[in-house]
């Protein structure tokens, strides 16, 4: 009689076992593929979404360059005088204060250098500070394209003797960038639908998306009023500015699990 319950003990602990094991090994499985699903259940497809936008803002940045000799404070002074002259015409022509912004400054010495090969040994003196350029860079925005001529041709004649980097961009691109990205899903979706339709298999989970691609802005370059510590250049006539268009492109990549 004992050696029966050792017998059905023993094979009760085998099926235990058994079914420990069998369960397990499911549990393996099947974490496996959820985990994992991508290295044998999965397959991607992108779409990109393309939106033509018209610029809204244009960009320039204009500056005063001041050389002189070692008067540092005069020099400050006067290039300084130049640059708030063409900060106030921006602002009486209607351009916000906070769309001007200070991008640089700075203060740079002048050297001369002695060539003193060919001297023998005679001891070459160092290099001595002659004067200094002192140079201060704004950036502005303008939000009235009918002024950008005027105002590019309007900072030279009021102490700016540098002007450059005109672009012309979308100041909040969200709604455009959502748009394209829509677009970009939409394609992604149907070709993942065709593609299962051809391979004769279903949809599964959608897994992951990711998101690429670029907004390239209009850009032209306007840097014609000079450069230096001279006067600037008169200008007669304010140039013809074209913003033209600008494309959003948004390329989305989707991964789904193939049933």
């Known amino acids: 009689m004992n050696e029966q319950i050792k017998n059905y003990f023993y094979i009760t602990v085998i099926i235990v076992l058994l079914i420990g094991a069998f369960s397990t090994v499911k549990y393996v499985n099947s974490y496996s593929k959820a985990s994992q699903p991508s290295s044998f259940r999965s397959f991607n497809v992108a779409g990109d979404g393309k939106v033509v936008a018209v610029p809204d803002v244009a ?40 769309d001007i912004t200070t991008q640089n400054y700075s203060v740079d010495p002048r050297y001369q250098y002695f060539n003193c090969s060919g001297e023998g ?100 370059d306007y840097g014609g009023f000079g450069y230096g510590g001279g006067a600037p250049m008169a200008v007669k006539s304010s140039p013809n500015i074209e913003p033209g268009s600008q494309e959003i492109n948004v390329v989305i990549t989707l991964s789904y699990e193939i049933k």
């Open 59 to 98: 960009r320039f940045s204009f500056g005063a360059v001041t050389e002189g000799g070692k008067d540092i404070a005069s020099l400050q002074k006067q290039n300084s005088d130049k640059v708030n002259k063409a900060i106030a015409y921006l602002k009486g022509n209607g351009v916000d204060e906070k």
């Open 121 to 220: 040994t005679t001891a070459c003196p160092p290099a001595e500070i002659v004067g200094y350029t002192v140079n201060q860079g704004v950036a502005v925005k303008i939000r009235d394209f009918s002024k950008v001529g005027n105002i590019l041709s309007g900072v030279v004649e009021n102490g700016a003797n540098t002007v450059s980097q005109l672009q012309f961009t979308i100041d909040d691109p969200t709604a455009v960038q959502n748009e394209a990205r829509a677009k970009a899903i939409d394609k992604a979706k149907a070709k993942a639908e065709a593609i299962a339709q051809a391979g004769d298999f279903k949809l599964g989970r959608l897994l992951s998306i990711d998101e690429g691609g670029a907004s390239p802005s209009a850009y032209q």
